[in-house]
Structures are given as C-alpha cells and as structure tokens.
C-alpha cells in the first residue's frame, strides 16, 4: 500500500523518488517495525536511488527519514515536521506516508494489542479505547446535558457525508452488504448507504455509552502526502510546463497548533480539571494563521473515532460554544431530516449552514486504519480547496481545518490550509 500512494502522490506532483531528500513515516498497529520509515525508504528502495541534484549541491545527505508517533495526530503531526524541515533544515522535497491493515486483523489480536498500549494499570475495562473514551462521554453527559441520542446523530450525520463518497467503507459496504442499513427515503431513487439513528439505537454496546456503529470503522488503508518548498517549485516550473497545473493545486500551511496530554485519561472526578488538548492546539493554530476563527474557515476535518472526540472537537473549533456540541449536533440533523423528507438532500450540500464537516465520512463512515485517517482528513481537505470533491463539494471553498487526536485525547496537531496561489 504505501508504495501505491507514495507512487500515486509523486505522479500527481509531477515529481520522481528521485526528488525526495525528506521521508517521513508513521508506525503501523498490524506490521510494527522500528524505525518505520527506515524500515520503508529502504524496502522502497530509497537509498539506492539517485539523489537530486540539489541535495548534492548543498551537500545534504540524500534522505533524511524520521518516523513520528502521535498516534491518530500522526499524519498531521509529520505534516507539520515536514513544514519545518523545509523551513529550518533546508529540506526541498518530503514525502509523509501512513498506512495500516487493523481491518484484515482478527479483532483479538487487534484488541490485545491496543489494550496493551494502555496496561492493566489504566484501570479501564476491555476494550480500553472505547471504554477510555466513554469516560469523557460520561463527563460531557453529566455536565453539559449531552444526550444518548445527540451522540447517535453524529454517525448519521457522517453516514449521510459518506454516502456520497465511493470509497467511504460505509459506501462500499452498505451498498454490498447491508440493504437494511438505508432508510426507505435514502433507497427511493439510486440506494445509497445511510445509517439511520433506529439502527445505531440497536447496535449492540461496546462501552456503556457507545455502540458498535460508534465506533472508528476499523479499515485497510494508506496514505501519502508530499510537501516542497515553494522555490522548489518555482526553480520546477522553470524547467517543466506540467508543473503549472500542479503548482495551481499546491495548498499551503497558513497556521498550526499542538498539544499533549496523558495517555490514560484521568479518573472520572478529575476529568473536568483538565485543559482539553485540542482547545489549545486549535487557539494556537487560529492565531498562527492571523487571527483567524471559525467563522474564516469553509471546511473542518475532525477526527472523530467515536462521537464525543467529534462533539468536543467542534466546541473547540468555535463551530459552537463549549458544551454546546450535542445541540449543533441535533440542529444539523433535523436539517438533514427535513431535507430528507422533502426530497431535497442535493442542495442540502449546498448549504453554507449545513454540516461542513468530514465530507469524506470520518472515521465512522469513511474508515480508520489506526494511525492513518487524519491522513485522510488533509486530503479531503486539499479536495476541497481544489474543488475536486465531486458531489460533496462546499462552494467557494478557501480555507480548511484539519485535525488529528492521538490516543485517548492524549496528543492533538492542527493545521489550517489554504491555496497556494
Ligand atoms: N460502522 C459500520 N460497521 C462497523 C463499524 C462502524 N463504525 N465498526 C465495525 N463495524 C462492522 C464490522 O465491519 C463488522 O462487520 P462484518 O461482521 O460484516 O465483518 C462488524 O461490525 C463487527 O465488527 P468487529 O469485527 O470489529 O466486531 P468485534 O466484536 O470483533 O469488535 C470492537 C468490536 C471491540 C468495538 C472493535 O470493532 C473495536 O475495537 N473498534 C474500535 C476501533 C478503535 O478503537 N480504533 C482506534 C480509535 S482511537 C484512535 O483512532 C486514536 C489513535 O491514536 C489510533
């Protein structure tokens, strides 16, 4: 996989291996290896390459690789190490790869491997990661009046942005599999798969409060991103014609944030004392990118690997006040039902005040290979801005947020993007 989306990327650049003197890599759940993306570039064959002519003049080694682990920030955090490769280690060219197969594991392997991440000692029940995350469902339950059904609406919600994309794993499952999953308006004219709220209501429990169908949608997957510096593609666009059209699609970093917190998240009475990760990663990225808030930003990529990180990321978007996710949450999808009712879902996307959350589906809908999926998020992202999100598109997209969220709520990295030119 990450040779088929390393090659995939650099021919969307325009670009060779040859080009690479930055590799950046995440470790992956179903393969470990230290030093992973060591481990890649030499499997990939990277050393043996030619190096760029550029990194001989500077006399730079011909690859520098660096393997991160923030876990799920992951792909946003090697996002950000790659920016400040380029900006302070005089880096041109870096590939960040990430891929994962927790959807072909058996699910006790999978699961004896994340409960040990934690240990017995976290004190949370089995499975740890849902049951670690109900914990801060509870809190927000108990003190913001979160509701059960407030929590369901997030997976329709994703469900119905993940119905109009073809490779979500809902889209490829539901339309296979599982009829029953479409509610009778969604199968009127082509079938398109829809989680409605009846059927999370009885999806069996994992965590006291979170269902099966709450849960990150384990996945198969990878993903690649490359990022230059901008002389580097000038110094291209002088020598190749076909770097113009890539140069049109190149987004840029306009601010970043991150944050870290414990591993095991605190005991239940504690919870409330500590800073949410992601408020301080989101209030250092706005202000990075000038001063900007919510109200600037057309698209947000959340991670949502159950419906409170979800809730909670919006609060600390701005999107909605804190404590106040449940009932954005609920506002959204009576809109989505009204429109549902009437026939008029198409234009629903349309809609500047609906949704402009995880048009690809998020890790509910759309899949979860581990640390992959902010991954995922930044390239519907760069969809986005370059209008390329066909069927889900928002109008006049220019800026987008990204997020990725590690662990229990234990690392958080943001970036907000924009077009290059
Ligand atoms: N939507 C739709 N279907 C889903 C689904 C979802 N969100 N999640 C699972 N399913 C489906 C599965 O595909 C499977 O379908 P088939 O029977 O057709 O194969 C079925 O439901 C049963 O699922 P499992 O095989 O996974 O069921 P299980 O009983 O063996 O395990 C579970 C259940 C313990 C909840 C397991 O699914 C699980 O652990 N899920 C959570 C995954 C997780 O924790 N991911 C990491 C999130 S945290 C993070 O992302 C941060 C980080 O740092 C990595």
Same mark, same amino acid.
């Given at each position: 996989?990450?040779?088929?989306? +390393?090659? /995939? ?9 040859? $080009? ?63 920016? =400040? ?22 699910? &006790? ?33 108990? &003190? @913001?009046?979160?509701? &059960?059904?407030? +929590? ?16 979500? +794993?809902? @889209? ?34 994992? %965590? ?9 949608? &384990?996945?198969? /997957? ?10 580097? +593609? ?5 020598? =190749?014609?076909? !770097? ?10 306009? /601010? ?24 301080? *990663? !989101? ?17 947000? %990529? ?34 989505? !039902? ?12 349309? $809609? ?9 589906? /998020? ?31 928002? $109008? ?18 943001? *970036? ?6």
């Amino acid at each position: 996989m990450i040779r088929q989306v +390393l090659d /995939g990327a650099l021919k969307e650049s325009n670009l060779s291996v040859n $080009d690479l003197d930055g590799f950046l890599a995440l470790p992956s759940l179903a393969e470990h290896h230290i030093m992973e993306a060591h481990f890649q570039a030499t499997s990939l064959g990277l050393f043996t390459r030619k190096a760029s002519s550029d990194a001989k003049r500077l006399g730079q080694p011909s690859l520098l690789c660096r393997t991160i682990d923030t876990g799920g920030g992951g792909p946003v955090s090697a996002l950000l190490q790659a920016q =400040s490769m380029i900006q302070h280690e005089g880096l041109n060219c870096v590939a960040v790869v990430a891929a994962d197969s927790v959807g072909s594991m058996d699910s &006790r392997t999978f699961l004896q491997r994340v409960d040990n991440i934690f240990g017995d000692e976290s004190g949370i029940p089995s499975p740890i990661i849902p049951n670690g995350y109900d914990r801060y469902t509870q809190y927000q339950m108990q &003190r @913001y009046g979160l509701t &059960r059904d407030q +929590l369901r609406m997030v997976v329709c919600l994703q469900s119905f942005h993940a119905s109009r994309h073809k490779e979500s +794993l809902l @889209y490829q499952t539901a339309l296979e599999l599982q009829p029953s999953q479409q509610t009778e308006h969604m199968k009127r004219d082509t079938p398109k798969p829809f989680t409605a709220l009846d059927s999370i209501q009885q999806a069996p429990s994992v %965590a006291p409060n979170i269902s099966l169908l709450e849960c990150a949608y &384990r996945a198969d /997957g990878a993903g690649c991103i490359i990022l230059t510096s901008e002389s580097f +593609l000038n110094e291209r666009l002088r020598t =190749s014609l076909e !770097m113009e059209q890539v140069k049109k699609k190149a987004v840029t970093i306009l /601010g970043s944030g991150e944050s870290s917190g414990p591993l095991v998240p605190p005991a239940k009475e504690q919870i409330g004392g500590f800073p949410f990760g992601s408020d301080a *990663a !989101m209030t250092q990225a706005y202000r990075q990118a000038g001063s900007l808030k919510a109200t600037n930003i057309d698209f947000f %990529a959340l991670y949502d690997c159950f419906p409170i990180c979800l809730i909670r990321a919006l609060e600390a978007t701005g999107i909605c006040s804190q404590g106040d996710g449940g009932n954005y949450i609920e506002a959204q999808y009576s809109k989505l !039902m009204n429109a549902v009712d009437s026939g008029t879902e198409e234009e629903l996307i349309q $809609d500047p005040t609906f949704f402009p959350v995880n048009t690809h589906g /998020g890790l509910l809908c759309y899949g979860a290979p581990w640390e992959v999926p902010a991954m995922y998020n930044i390239i519907e992202a760069c969809q986005q801005l370059n209008e390329n999100a066909v069927g889900r598109q928002i $109008d006049d997209c220019k800026r987008a947020l990204v997020y990725g969220n590690g662990g229990i709520f234990s690392s958080s990295a943001v *970036a907000i993007l924009g077009k290059a030119t």
